[in-house]
């Protein structure tokens, strides 16, 4: 069963820094291009940024480049999302989501990342 | 970007009516069209992929249509798990992005 949990969110002052973590299992994680996507509350659903199944390539959305920065280690079948000068409107769930060739078929339940002081 | 327009924003039905459900394009994305449900406290679910292809485990009442910068989900007749938020999507560049979404809700 593919299984994608993510971890690390929390309230973080407007500024700030903070790392999320997602831990795959199930599948080959190696092998599969991996995304962030969040969703603030009541609201709809915003790519973040997306990393290929080697690291070689990367994608950010404008309202994120410059601040968040994703890795992965192939090794730990982990996905990372480094993210600094937190603004207000970053407020929102993210979810680390499977990338099949384009398409987001396998989400995770989601974290929480609140931008407050 | 492209921008995803879905109507109607709220779709209020009984269980058993036919849904349709409408996802327009700012330009083609030719069939790189995704929808997605999700329902309260949950993470979305993909339903269909490429427009029309039903995702693994998705019910055959539930079919996509369209191409280009037109398309349709429709649910053939709605079951009461099927009350939910849906959601467009494309992959045909990037950033990807998402339709604002169209609650249906039970009438």
């Known amino acids: 069963e593919v299984q994608l949990v993510e971890s690390g969110g929390d309230l973080v002052a407007p500024g700030g820094s903070l790392r999320l973590s997602c831990v795959a299992s199930?599948?080959?994680?190696?092998?599969?291009?991996m995304d962030w996507i969040r969703q603030a509350p009541g609201k709809g659903l915003e790519w973040v940024s997306h990393?290929?199944?080697?690291?070689?390539?990367?994608h950010y959305a404008d309202s994120v480049r410059g601040r968040f920065t994703v890795s992965r280690d192939n090794a730990k079948d982990s996905l990372y999302l480094q993210m600094n000068s937190l603004r207000a409107e970053d407020t929102a769930v993210y979810y680390c989501?499977?990338?099949?060739?384009?398409?987001?078929?396998?989400w995770g339940q989601g974290n929480l990342v609140t931008v407050s002081s | 970007e492209i921008m995803l327009t879905q109507s109607p924003a709220i779709l209020s039905l009984s269980p058993g009516e036919r849904a349709t459900l409408s996802c327009r394009a700012s330009?083609?994305?030719?069939?790189?069209l995704a929808w997605f449900q999700q329902k309260p406290g949950q993470a979305p679910r993909l339903l269909i992929f490429?427009?029309?292809n039903r995702a693994t485990g998705t019910p055959a009442r539930f079919s996509g249509s369209g191409s280009g910068t037109d398309f349709t989900l429709t649910i053939s007749s709605l079951e009461p798990e099927d009350f939910a938020v849906y959601f467009c999507?494309?992959?045909?560049?990037?950033?990807?992005?998402f339709g604002g979404g169209t609650k249906v809700e039970i009438k």
């Open positions: 989501v499977r990338n099949w060739n384009g398409r987001n078929d396998y």
């Open positions: 199930g599948f080959t994680f190696s092998s599969y291009n």
């Open positions: 990393i290929t199944s080697n690291s070689d390539t990367t």
């Open positions: 330009q083609s994305v030719r069939s790189f």
């Open positions: 490429d427009a029309s």
């Open positions: 999507q494309q992959r045909y560049n990037w950033p990807l992005t």
